[in-house]
């Protein structure tokens, strides 16, 4: 099977900071790649798909870029509302579906 | 109003077995994989099981095979999961998914969740 791997597992920033969270795949996944965002005590919501396109309704500070191994979810500015965990997630079913290990996005 | 509404869940003991259930409105269910995932208190997501909108075909983590048994009811909208033998390392809440129109290549299908249930705690200790 395959394992996501998230990094860091906390980042800490401030409002309108630009941030980058990384998750790599021990192999390659093409670009099936989901990212959600959790907060506590709620269900995961999806952000992005296919490794970059944007989930309706989802704001366009948010943006996913990669392929293959490597995959980066960007939030461009900030805001307060973006506290929260991330999880990335390969959907290929043939390696059995997998989710990284999160990042706690905190702001300063 | 589209959505996901879970039933089931609360403390059971060891061994014991458990059937949790996802309501579904506002789309049409049978035309939609379903899935389940869950999450361990505070730990991360976990993906468990997937049924395609038939029911006919299902997908299963191999952490869980031979005890999970996901199942649905397309005359009800429902989804199931079935949790037999259950251990405390199967305490966790547990989230009913919906897939957007999957696409299946060969071997393969892309599962990725777009719509989620609330979340049921599914508590094992004796």
């Known amino acids: 099977d395959i394992q996501m791997t998230q990094s860091p597992s906390t980042l800490s920033a401030s409002v309108g900071d630009r941030v980058t969270i990384a998750c790599r795949a021990t192999?390659?996944?093409?670009?099936?790649l989901a990212w959600y965002q959790q907060k506590p005590g709620k269900a995961p919501k999806l952000l992005i798909y296919?490794?970059?396109s944007l989930e309706s309704g989802v704001p366009s500070r948010f943006s996913g870029s990669g392929s293959g191994t490597e995959f980066t979810l960007t939030i461009s500015s900030l805001q307060p509302d973006d506290a929260a965990t991330y999880y990335c997630q390969q959907y290929n079913s043939y390696w059995g579906l997998a989710f990284g290990g999160g990042t706690k996005v905190e702001i300063k | 109003e589209v959505q996901l509404v879970q039933s089931g869940g609360g403390l059971a003991q060891p061994g014991g077995s458990l059937r949790l259930s996802c309501a579904a409105s506002?789309?049409?269910?049978?035309?939609?994989?379903m899935g389940w995932v869950r999450q361990a208190p505070g730990k991360g997501l976990e993906w468990v099981s997937a049924t395609s909108g038939s029911g006919g075909s299902t997908f299963n983590a191999d952490s869980v095979k031979g005890r999970f048994t996901i199942s649905r009811d397309n005359s009800k909208d429902t989804l199931y999961l079935q949790i037999d033998n259950l251990r405390a390392e199967d305490t966790a809440v547990y989230y009913c998914?919906?897939?957007?129109?999957?696409?299946?290549?060969?071997?393969?299908?892309?599962?990725?969740?777009?719509?989620w249930g609330q979340g049921t705690l599914v508590t094992v200790s004796s």
């Open positions: 296919k490794a970059s």
């Open positions: 998914a919906r897939v957007p129109p999957a696409y299946c290549g060969g071997a393969s299908c892309y599962l990725y969740f777009d719509l």
């Open positions: 506002g789309f049409a269910f049978n035309n939609f994989v």
């Open positions: 192999q390659s996944i093409s670009y099936w």
